[in-house]
């Protein structure tokens, strides 16, 4: 890491690096916690795990005076990155880039802590785990930098999980709307909040392999002038939902309201919602929620069920979520029928169908996922770019 | 220690605790550095190093917390611990301690690092190894403490070293300037720029077991009206040093100078300096450096010794020296020849002999260091105290 940024550097940029901690340092940290205090009081655990990117800035630091390559390194307190007081989740309010610009103007590599602040009393904050994306991309965006580079352990974002799909491609740019769609789908490169973060505040994104070279992907705005851009860009994946179903509710108003807030209070997060209205004027709701929680859901549906006079609750966690995400599809008809045709030619039946203006989802037995993804590859071409 | 804290507190204290890093942490983190730095940075090495305390106020904390025992943690750089820029071993310049008044003043038990600052730029500064005293009685100051308590791995300081004479006796009370001799004598239980520091402040320094009850050994100003107060308090001895004589030098003013001289200018330091005029007006000059240094001691000897036309240099690695230390003796005749006499009585013969106001030393030959150190502790009645 301290060779490329020190040849960053020799090629004449101005470079800000934020890094993370090391490998298994904030697991050690937490147990050490643990055994402190059952529950880790918040203002705490942050003052203890807010070290761990410390320490890699001044290894990282002392790692370029080797290289002879000047650098500097900074705690998130001094940068000094606002955040408001919400301990292990605080979000970032603004950004002092003075202390920073005079020291790239003195020719200096800046290394900052990423993950963590201080509110405005001083006390330390994280942003909760995976936060060092948000610190760089708020950097970028303060600094007005040309582009922010998240360095991960993989080499950028491709049409598919190249382990399903052996023809899988890495894209050489995607627009955030996009990534955003890919990331919340289970192509997990990135914290989703950085994408957002970086959206919003126009700051260029490429994500790139800490291990090899090579130009990554490119995450930019949509590229209006782009006529030939592809339909769809990737084909996203998920097996961690389950779905449930309450049939044969009497239709009457807020039923869906009676359902899901019970749901909602318990703190189980809901994807997919369909609902049906049958001919007997009953009507049908699925929704889909993490696998983990599924037991727990069924046992709340069971009750709200009696009481709405429902005749059955149904669950099933042998499903698989899968998305056609593109901003092309805005401008051209029919993707969602050469979707649902291609999936008709392989015999993948669809359970549940929702869609959004750049996406396309549907919920099939997970039996069929392997194949659906490779037939939806194929009929979008994804292969050829 | 935090049972011992939130009992403190319970009973009705105001308790600010100063830590240090937990055991092997520092040395954890030294090699982190060196693999990434021949000669780490200082700035970037107080970066990390002040991570190791600030690990520690965290844990703190939480274990506080479990015991339902309010409490927060501060960095140096929060509180706000103002030093020099001098990175490794910065010098406490101002602490600012109204922020840990506020918190007494709620009922908190104020956890701090200690071995940390920031200097006027809000850089991260440490005090050098072992600082965590030091910010203990600059804290004890600022906040004009009753008391500042010192814990350490033993449970107090002694007449003499126990491992030697069976008899030695924990001491009650010691002033701060026995303190500081027995110190710098060897008997390292406290940091002497701690007990400096506690001396010029007027705080008064109490050394502690850190895991055995017990009240310890209280270092105070010097009480005048203890007409009691015994003539000595202990007795310190070090096999750290080495004796280097130079002989046989025309006696011309400026000798002592040109041979000291090259000595410091080497960075070596000189303890014990004794000269004597012998009767053909030559000149012998004996002086003790540490162990470790004779080798490159008496190798800048040989080059001035030609020079002066002296006609010898001897060194001797197999000294010890010991020490009596003890307000009393100021106003007390015949301490001296009572030392002098329990060490002939006992065929010690003795080399060299300084005397301060507080103190007598001698060297002797290292193998009869623990015959006299027990004939000085009978001849004192140390046991009986």
Known sequence: MADRVARWRAEGNDVVVVVSAMSGETNRLIALAEQCQAQPTGRELDVLLSTGEQVTTALLSMALHSRDCPAVSYTGGQVRVLTDSAHTKARIKNIDHERIQTDLGRGNVVVVAGFQGVDEHNNITTLGR??????????????????????????????????????????????????????????????????????????????????????????????????????ISGIAFTRDEAKLTVAGIPDTPGVAYRILGPISEANIEVDVIVQNVAEDNST???????????????????NTAESLGATEVRSDDKIAKLSIVGVGMRSHAGVASKMFSALAQHNVNIQLITTSEIKISVVIDEKFLELAVRALHDAFELEQG
Chains 1, 2 share one sequence.
């Open 284 to 302: 049908d709701l699925t929704f889909t929620v993490h696998r983990n929680d599924m037991a727990r859901a069924a046992e709340i549906l069971q």
């Open 130 to 231: 995976g936060g060092s994306d948000t610190t760089a991309v708020a950097l970028a965006a303060a600094l007005k930098a040309q582009e922010c580079q998240i360095y991960t352990d993989v080499d950028g974002v491709y049409t598919t999980d190249p382990r399903v799909v052996k023809g899988a491609r890495r894209l050489t740019k995607i627009t955030f709307e996009e990534m955003l769609e890919m990331a919340s789908l289970g192509s997990k490169v990135l914290q989703i909040r950085a994408v957002e973060f970086a959206g919003k505040y126009s700051v260029p994104l490429r994500v790139l392999s800490s291990f090899d070279e090579g130009p990554g992907t490119l995450i930019t705005l949509e590229d209006q002038s782009d006529v030939e851009a592809p339909v």
